[in-house]
């Protein structure tokens, strides 16, 4: 019986969470711990994320990707090809693409609206590990408005 109960809190808990994701073709965002996520997961398990939390100046809002199981090395820089564009980005210590630089903002501005325009998406780290993903969803998922970046935040007048 206290095993049943368990479940059912547990369960209950996960619920609200649940409720609050939603999936276009292969794209989802969801709501955790303030932030709002925007994440897609290839068929071999590599996952591409945006992370968004409106007020968090620092690791707020970043790209977290992971090609089997791992994250790109810190301090290296990783290859996202978008339609045939190719974007060089720097990864911070902790292994994200941060925005707490002006450039860094930039970027993330740039890729923001591309994920939501272009047909394909590729990341290649500096090991050569390579995945590609599906934006089939990404307009509908991904709002028109940029999340605030790091650096917008803790500069909000430039």
């Known amino acids: 019986m206290k095993r049943i109960l368990s479940a059912a809190i547990i ?30 997961t290839n068929n071999l398990g590599a996952n591409f994320v945006v992370w968004c939390h409106p007020k968090r100046r620092i690791n707020g809002t970043l ?42 903002s930039d970027s993330f501005g740039y890729v923001w609206h591309r994920l939501r325009s272009s047909h394909s998406l590729a990341v290649k780290f500096q090991d050569d590990s390579y995945a590609g993903f599906s934006l089939r969803g990404a307009q509908k998922i991904i709002p028109g408005n940029v999340c605030p970046t790091d650096w917008q935040k803790q500069h909000p007048r430039s």
């Open 63 to 104: 790209l977290h990707i992971d090609i089997d199981g791992k994250m790109p090395p810190p301090r290296s820089r990783i290859k996202l090809i978008m339609d045939r564009e190719i974007l060089e980005l720097p990864i911070n210590e902790q292994g994200y693409v941060e925005t707490g630089c002006a450039a860094c």
């Open 11 to 40: 369960a209950s808990a996960l619920l609200p969470t649940s409720a609050l994701a939603e999936t276009a073709g292969k794209w989802k965002s969801g709501e955790i711990n303030g932030f709002t996520r925007y994440w897609t």
